[in-house]
């Protein structure tokens, strides 16, 4: 039978009906759908697809139990490695790991791993009955800070080892980025809190509202008889472009304008946590944090949204999906321009008009690709006597984060590297006995996958350690 050379289509609303509404985008694969695009996959016996996956999914294997029907056999070998399989059927970059190693897309469309590991994670959650889960404790505690990816899979592997896992997260609701940082119509909070609850049952314990630095320290934490901790904190610190203008009201960093709105509820009718309504917004920027703010602003009722951004659409970092989801929806790109001002008005006899006054607009100068830099990009340079003003009364900054600097500011030994990324080795191990680190706060801002690749190296190291203690 001849092999379907493209993947199967991923259903998705209507873009003009989700574009006003927080609901889900993809709507998921039917149980038809899902075996006829399982069976397009090859099963190739050398499994390239593997080795492009942080967490070794056993990519063929699940495929073959989805060809035959057995959706809770795939779950099952998915859930051997990953913690976290509805997250990363969503939100994994898999066009850039797993599925550019695919066999069958030197020729045509590689296998639709994502759409298949997605829709496995569905079923099983559709179909499952909630259960403690029993796991033979083995008389060990370790603990984990953050409740992010890196720190969630650190912790479920732990855990089925047998170890008393306690989890700190400083905000009041477990996830991490997957719910602070990334919208209701990409990752439901509903996904997030099931895959939480799945670890729960295997006993991890998760104590939110615990900021490490300030309500406890890692000494302290080490003082309460957990024998290693993992840190998984993340990259909160927003970075800005320290251009004149970043303190005008209406300048938002990404992750605050995305955290009010996911986590604070800004986008309710009269929410405790303001938030823009209306008006016209850039988005500078071009990764995925662009993407959703610049849509999450849409949802909001903006009346113009706009992505700028320095290089061309090449070079546009964000996931090809959401780029064409952003375009279907309406959001222009304004590509080859970087903003040099952010322009507005203050009015010294109105007592609502803040210290540093109003945005009106964004001066932006046109730009060209010159040579690549180290990584292979080209660089982009400015055109002389090229500069325009976008008239909008909102900017928000999408151009990367940093590690947070407390942890490493309160704990003594701690090295860290110029972008305050903490210093990990091959383990994970940082430069402090038994304080292991991965994800964001050891690299700066990545994807959800590779740190839990880094959440079970380090899980990995830490078992190791202990029970050559023993």
């Known amino acids: 039978m001849a092999i379907n050379p493209k993947k199967h289509e991923m259903p998705a609303l209507d873009p003009k009906i989700r574009a006003t509404n927080f609901d889900e985008v993809a709507l998921g694969y039917s149980e038809t759908t899902a075996v006829a695009e399982a069976n397009r996959c090859l099963n190739c016996k050398n ?13 063929p294997e ?31 970059p898999q066009e850039t790991q797993c599925e550019c190693k695919c066999t069958l897309g030197i020729k045509h469309e590689p296998v639709g791993i994502g759409r298949l590991e997605r829709f496995v994670a569905d079923f099983h959650n559709a179909h499952d009955e909630h259960a403690q889960l029993s796991v033979e404790k083995n008389g060990h505690k370790v603990a984990v800070v953050g409740s992010g990816p890196s720190g ?20 009041h609701t477990a996830g991490g980025v997957l719910v602070y940082g990334i919208p209701e119509f990409r990752l439901p909070k509903s996904i997030v809190a099931k895959e939480v609850q799945t670890l729960k049952d295997l006993g991890v314990e998760i104590e939110t509202n615990v900021v490490i630095g300030k309500t406890l320290t890692i000494d302290e934490l080490f003082d309460l008889g957990y024998e290693a901790v993992f840190v998984g904190s993340g990259a909160g610190l927003p970075r800005f472009m320290n251009i004149p203008g970043e303190a005008l009201n209406g300048v938002y960093s990404a992750n605050e304008f995305l955290t009010r709105s996911n986590l604070m509820k800004a986008y309710k009718q009269a929410p405790d946590t303001p938030i823009m309504k209306g008006g016209r917004v850039a988005v500078v920027g071009g990764g995925n944090v662009a993407m959703d703010a610049a849509r999450t602003a849409l949802r909001l009722g903006a009346d113009k949204v706009y992505i700028v951004y320095r290089r061309s659409m090449t070079e546009l970092p964000a996931r090809r999906e959401e780029v064409e989801h952003a375009q279907e929806e309406g959001i222009e790109f304004r590509l080859l321009c970087n903003p040099v001002e952010v322009l507005g008005y203050r009015n010294d006899n109105d007592p609502r008009d803040p210290k540093n006054g109003f945005v009106t607009g964004i001066k932006c100068i046109r730009m060209e690709l010159g040579d690549p830099d180290e990584r292979g990009r080209r660089s982009p340079v400015e055109i002389e006597n090229s500069e325009f003003v976008l008239d909008v009364d909102t900017v928000i900054m999408a151009i990367g984060t940093s590690p947070n600097p407390l942890i490493k500011n309160t704990t003594n030994g701690l090295e860290v590297n110029s972008r305050g990324g903490i210093i990990v080795d091959e383990n994970g191990l940082t430069s402090r006995q038994s304080v292991y680190a991965g994800g964001d706060a050891v690299t700066g801002a990545a994807t959800v996958i590779s740190a839990m690749g880094a959440g079970k190296i380090a899980a990995k190291a830490i078992d190791e350690k202990i029970m050559a203690k023993k």
């Open 62 to 92: 699940f495929i073959t139990k989805v060809k035959s029907g057995d959706f809770e056999g795939a779950y099952k070998i998915i859930a051997e490695t990953s913690s976290l399989p509805a997250v990363c059927g969503r939100v994994c």
């Open 152 to 171: 969630l899979t650190c912790a479920g592997d732990l855990a089925k080892k047998g170890y008393a896992v306690t989890v700190f997260e400083a905000l």
């Open 47 to 59: 499994r390239p697809c593997v080795s492009g996956c942080p967490v070794n999914v056993n990519i």
